[in-house]
């Protein structure tokens, strides 16, 4: 199993980035996304359901970033609008079994080497 992580890269505040993990040995339930900035602890960014219909978001990207998946290519997505630069992390790809739930906010089983976001003012 392994979940592969692309897309980071250096943008100024205000741009836009998209985040792609593509998953491979098994489908997952559910999806995620994590970051870790420098000096700090892991946190939360983004998950999402098998069907899509469900997602949470942290407070601190609501309305910003939309997570997303295509089943076909066993690919999650997380498209970052507006970007600042407290955003600037590593961010982490993440995939359970299990079906989503308020369990997500806190950790996922399998995780992906992460990428990194840097964005500059």
């Known amino acids: 199993v392994q979940l592969q992580a692309s897309g980071g890269g250096l943008v100024q505040a205000g741009d836009s980035l998209r985040l792609s993990c593509a998953a491979s040995?098994?489908?997952?339930?559910?999806m995620g996304w994590f970051r870790q900035a420098p000096g700090k602890e892991r946190e939360f960014v983004a998950a999402?359901?098998?069907?899509?219909?469900?997602?949470y978001y942290a407070d601190s990207v609501k309305g910003r970033f939309s997570i997303s998946r295509d089943h076909a290519k066993n690919t999650e997505y997380l498209q970052m609008n507006s970007l600042k630069p407290e955003d600037t992390a590593v961010y982490y790809c993440?995939?359970?079994?299990?079906?989503?739930?308020?369990?997500?906010?806190?950790?996922?089983?399998?995780w992906g080497k992460g990428t990194l976001v840097t964005v500059s003012s």
């Open positions: 999402i359901s098998r069907s899509g219909d469900t997602t």
């Open positions: 993440a995939a359970d079994t299990r079906p989503l739930g308020g369990w997500a906010r806190s950790k996922m089983d399998y």
């Open positions: 040995g098994r489908t997952f339930s559910s």
